[in-house]
């Protein structure tokens, strides 16, 4: 079947330092990616989304690049700040399914 | 403005009791969507409401059931609940209705739930 997956559970980075959270698929025909970020206790917060027809995307302080040829993408967090602190997870289908991943729990040291 | 809100916010029910779970939305999305999350597995949708007066099933809909209301309200219920169903349930909308997985869903704050 169709999966989503993040390639570690937990990832720890200093504040101030980029963060990059990553995430492989298995779907070719999945042409739609997203990321969310979830704070404990809370529902998932979309943070961006990209297409496949694009290779990166850019937001506030965040950018999701795929790279569909290894069906991977990447979420990249700069300069992390504590309030950054959440399990981020990425979601991929398309128009009428989407699969989400089960999540890399980001942690900020100060 | 208060997005998406979900009641209740915790239950615990016994084998074989029945509950439904409430969802609504005040921004006006056409589109709502029932999910469980359960550890080590990434969010699976029960049931969706593409428009006001459709459901389809998603990817595990045995042993639930869902009413779409009005545009605004999305409920589920479990009739006989078991303990496979312990789960945390979250309840999202997004505003189109065609295409509905290609654009933001804006998930309520989520229901624990206990089966024992």
């Known amino acids: 079947g169709e999966s989503v997956g993040l390639h570690l559970p937990t990832l720890s980075v200093q504040e101030g330092d980029n963060s990059i959270i990553n995430c492989a698929y298995s779907?070719?025909?999945?042409?739609?990616f997203i990321w969310y970020k979830q704070e404990s206790g809370k529902g998932p917060q979309f943070i961006i989304d990209?297409?496949?027809?694009?290779d990166k995307r850019q937001g506030q302080r965040v950018t999701v690049l795929l790279n569909k040829t290894v069906k991977h993408l990447s979420l990249q967090i700069a300069a992390t700040q504590p309030g950054d602190s959440a399990v981020y997870f990425c979601?991929?289908?398309?128009?009428?399914?989407?699969?989400f991943g089960t999540g890399t729990r980001l942690q900020v040291t100060l | 403005n208060a997005g998406v809100t979900q009641t209740p916010k915790f239950q615990v029910l016994k084998t074989g009791q029945s509950m439904t779970l409430q969802c609504a939305q005040d921004?006006?999305?056409?589109?709502m969507y029932w999910y469980r999350q359960d550890p080590g597995m990434g969010l699976r949708l029960i049931y969706y409401?593409?428009?006001?007066?459709?459901?389809d099933k998603g990817e595990v809909p045995n042993g639930y059931n869902v009413s779409r209301l009005n545009k605004r309200e999305f409920s589920l219920r479990l009739e006989s609940a078991a303990p496979s169903q312990t789960s945390v349930y979250f309840c999202?909308?997004?505003?189109?209705?065609?295409?509905?997985?290609?654009?933001?869903?804006?998930f309520g704050p989520g229901t624990r739930l206990t089966v024992l």
């Open positions: 999202a909308s997004s505003q189109r209705a065609s295409g509905f997985s290609y654009n933001e869903q804006f």
């Open positions: 779907n070719s025909a999945s042409d739609y």
């Open positions: 990209i297409r496949s027809n694009m």
């Open positions: 979601a991929g289908g398309t128009a009428s399914k989407l699969t």
């Open positions: 921004m006006n999305h056409n589109s």
């Open positions: 409401s593409a428009s006001e007066g459709t459901t």
